[in-house]
């Protein structure tokens, strides 16, 4: 075996090169938190956050240009993800029920592995599915925030669905065994007993499915469309934050550019408060089954 | 471990029991908690008009294409003052544009590319407007000249063909003005990956000028590129060439002026020595000269081209872009129109082919010439809602 000075030697470089991977990983986190935080803070108000967009401006130094806000794209965001979530967090639960209390082997292998390969879609294809399943029949709606909405929650539901499953699962099996026990049916077992002590796990699920969601732009552009006005009727476009950055941002005009650094750095708190709070509410619920 | 304690505290210890409840349920709370801001916040926001900016309006209209027109449109939007009717348009280039009106899923498309004979009977009762005019500015990157780089449609052809390929090139060097001595350096060019009216109106332009192009690449919103990189969008283009020393692009002259890149100078047909550079008054006056005769708004535009146009000082590489709606919105739309929508979405485009106009100069757009509004009025006058005229206000 290697002397001790060589073994030393080989753990400090792989201590080294540890905290170099670590380093990487951080850099990009870091870098986008501090160019969202140094260009979209400089345009951050209150104005910002109420008023609309501009209208474009193409005087390179953005000197005299109107400024504008991102108001109603807040709003946007917040009524197709709140749509979306009223769709897919039912189904998403109740997926998660059946493939864990009801499924057994066949079927509910069958739609746990479904779910798994929906996790995975790309979401554009999403857009193009919903894009396409409207334009034949409902081309008056097929940019609304009902399509935008079904779109979000297909992205959801798999989410939603397999991080029920697993704390479904994750609830111990003596635990239904006494509801039973107890001369309870099954449906109220799961329902009064097993579903409050994995509830906490499940509305994480549904946050990070909510924040997952938040973020998406591909599915929007050809679903919700854009709107200036933001959320202004079910089936009407929505306009909503990602996809204007994506406009925004890849834009001529100085004020637009602005803008959507503005968006981003909004986009980020939105996000990283859902996060935040997902992770609190996870943490209690480790606590509950007593560390694991 | 887990299983055992949680086993316990559900079922046997009572103290345990409790604590844990009390700890298990403060997940589901914060959540309720958190669904329930949000759903406040919502209705806040709803009542403080942020979800609805401007005051919904009776009408809203959506459109979809050229991302050219983009900028304009979007002025358009934030100006039209009316209670009627509001206008939200997308910029998602002028392919997915066409595509987007032949489905019928806007109230109106713009293209920067006249409709194709396919394009225009797969839309059936389509219906061209003219609507806004730019030029393509050849762009690019070269920091030790100082004067401004000419070039002729043929050089450009051979660049793009891949056949010129150092700028000091004896073809490319012998059109330049007395002190404008191009370095030695080879050529990078860069064009447009995407579908796009730019590269419509370029590659157009490089057929009509040189008959290798033409046979071997033709026109088109997206060909084979023979040479070069390519870009995603005008930016994109503009971006790389802007930091490529060497490098020679086509972007819409809009985007040259906003982003200030310098452009060249192209040769006009009808003298050799002259040399126009692209701004709004020699595309302006290219369309002011323009030969033939336009056709109506039901009309084929695809033969159409204002490249070319030979009055002295007029920029070479010109086209129009063009709005399009349906003839009868009844047909088209069906039972989601009615005629008092129809004549609030006439009104609109009356709005902006006349008032809308002079938000032109200001984004580097040329404003329609007088020819080509009368034009549009006489075909916005020709829609009709089931088979009824819509009068246009």
Redesign the interface.
């Known amino acids: 075996m290697a002397s001790p000075t060589v073994r030393r030697a080989f753990n400090w470089v792989a201590v080294a090169l540890t905290c170099a991977c670590v380093v990487v990983i951080l850099i990009p986190l870091a870098s986008i938190l501090y160019t969202a935080i140094v260009l979209g803070g400089s345009v951050l108000s209150l104005h910002f956050l109420?008023?609309?967009p501009?209208?474009?401006c193409?005087?390179?130094s953005g000197v005299g240009c109107p400024v504008g806000g991102i108001?109603?794209l807040?709003?946007?965001t917040?009524?197709l993800v709140?749509l979306a979530s009223a769709l897919a967090v039912p189904i998403g639960v109740l997926t998660g029920i059946f493939t864990s209390e009801y499924g057994g082997r066949g079927l509910g292998r069958a739609v746990s592995f479904f779910t798994d390969v929906m996790t995975g879609l790309p979401s554009i294809v999403i857009g193009v599915f919903v894009y396409g399943l409207f334009?034949l029949y409902y081309?008056?709606i097929?940019?609304s925030a009902i399509t935008g909405s079904i779109a979000l929650a297909i992205i959801m539901i798999p989410i939603v669905a397999r991080t029920s499953e697993e704390s479904l699962r994750a609830?111990?099996?003596?635990?239904r065994e006494?509801a039973l026990g107890l001369g309870i049916p099954k449906y109220r077992g799961i329902l009064r007993?097993v579903l409050?002590?994995a509830?906490?796990?499940v509305?994480?699920g549904?946050?990070l499915a909510v924040m997952r969601a938040g973020g998406e732009a591909a599915p929007l552009?050809l679903t919700a469309?854009?709107?200036?006005?933001?959320?202004?009727?079910l089936d009407?476009?929505v306009g909503s934050l990602p996809p204007t950055i994506y406009?925004f941002g890849?834009?001529?005009?100085?004020n637009w550019l602005a803008d959507a650094w503005g968006a981003s750095l909004i986009l980020i708190i939105l996000m990283l408060g859902?996060s935040i709070?997902a992770r609190?509410?996870l943490r209690?619920?480790f606590?509950?089954?007593?560390?694991? | 471990?887990?299983?055992a304690?949680?086993?316990q505290?559900?079922?046997t210890t009572p103290p345990a029991d409790t604590i844990?409840r009390k700890?298990?349920r403060?997940?589901?709370i914060?959540?309720i908690v958190?669904v329930i801001l949000?759903?406040i916040?919502?209705l806040v926001?709803?009542q403080?008009g942020?979800?609805?900016?401007?005051k919904?309006t009776k009408y809203?209209f959506?459109g979809?294409g050229s991302t050219f027109v983009?900028?304009?449109v979007?002025?358009w939007?934030?100006?039209y003052n009316s209670s009627s009717s509001?206008v939200?348009y997308?910029?998602?280039g002028s392919g997915a544009g066409i595509q987007q009106i032949t489905?019928?899923?806007?109230d109106f498309g713009a293209s920067d590319a006249p409709l194709s004979a396919t394009q225009k009977s797969a839309a059936s009762g389509i219906l061209q407007f003219p609507e806004s005019a730019g030029g393509v500015a050849i762009i690019y990157n070269l920091a030790t000249v100082t004067g401004q780089v000419r070039f002729t449609g043929a050089v450009l052809a051979q660049i793009y063909l891949g056949t010129i390929t150092n700028w000091n090139d004896a073809r490319l060097q012998s059109i330049q003005a007395a002190g404008v001595t191009l370095p030695s350096g080879s050529i990078t060019v860069v064009y447009r990956s995407d579908g796009s009216g730019t590269s419509f109106v370029y590659t157009s332009y490089l057929s009509a000028e040189n008959a290798t192009w033409k046979a071997t690449v033709g026109h088109g919103t997206a060909v084979h590129w023979p040479a070069g990189i390519g870009a995603k969008?005008?930016?994109?283009v503009?971006s790389t060439v802007k930091t490529t020393p060497g490098a020679i692009g086509y972007v819409d002259l809009?985007?040259a002026?906003?982003?200030?890149v310098t452009f060249g100078a192209v040769q006009n047909p009808s003298s050799l020595t002259d040399f126009v550079s692209p701004t709004l008054a020699s595309t302006g006056s290219a369309i002011a000269d323009f030969s033939g005769t336009f056709p109506g708004g039901a009309g084929d535009w695809g033969n159409i081209s204002i490249l070319n146009s030979a009055g002295a000082g007029d920029y070479p590489i010109t086209s129009l872009t063009y709005f399009l709606f349906y003839q009868d919105l009844g047909t088209a739309?069906g039972s989601?129109y009615s005629m008092a929508k129809a004549q609030a979405l006439v009104a609109w485009f009356n709005w902006a082919i006349h008032t809308g106009q002079s938000y032109s100069a200001a984004?580097?757009y040329v404003p329609l010439p007088a020819n080509l509004v009368a034009i549009d009025a006489a075909t916005l006058a020709s829609m009709t809602f089931n088979g009824q005229a819509i009068p246009v206000t």
Not at chain 1, 227 to 233: E, K, S, T, W
Not at chain 2, 103 to 106: F, N, Q
């Open positions: 109420t008023a609309g501009p209208a474009a193409t005087i390179p108001g109603p807040i709003g946007g917040l009524a709140g334009v081309p008056r097929v940019f609830v111990p099996h003596s635990v006494a007993v409050p002590s509830l906490p796990a509305a994480t549904a946050l552009l469309f854009g709107n200036r006005l933001g959320f202004v009727g009407q476009p406009e890849t834009s001529g005009a100085s859902i709070v609190l509410v209690n619920r606590r509950a089954f007593g560390g694991g | 471990m887990s299983s304690n949680a086993n505290s559900a079922t844990v700890k298990s403060t997940g589901p914060i959540a958190v949000i759903v916040i919502l926001a709803y403080a942020w979800l609805t900016a401007k919904s809203s959506t979809a983009f900028p304009l979007n002025t939007e934030l100006n509001s939200n997308q910029g998602v489905a019928k899923t806007v969008g005008s930016s994109a503009t809009e985007y002026l906003a982003n200030g739309y989601s984004l580097y």
